[in-house]
C-alpha cells in the first residue's frame, strides 16, 4: 500500500493508521475520514501526496 506525506513531513502509512486520531492499522488512505487532518500540523486530507 502507497504511504502519503503532508507538506510538513508527515508520514501517514496504512499499516499503521492514526489510532490517536480514530484511523485504524490497516485503514487504506481513501478509507480515512474525509474530515481526518494531519495530527502534527492540522493540514488537510488533500494537502498530502503520494509517495513510494
Not at 2 to 19: L, N, R, S, V
Not at 36 to 50: H, I, Q, R, S
Amino acid at each position: 500500500m502507497a504511504k502519503w506525506k503532508c507538506p510538513c513531513g508527515y508520514i501517514y502509512d496504512p499499516a499503521d493508521g492514526d489510532e490517536d486520531n480514530g484511523v485504524a492499522k490497516g485503514t487504506a488512505w481513501e478509507d480515512v475520514p474525509e474530515d481526518w487532518v494531519c495530527p502534527l500540523c492540522g493540514a488537510e486530507k488533500d494537502a498530502f501526496f503520494e509517495v513510494d
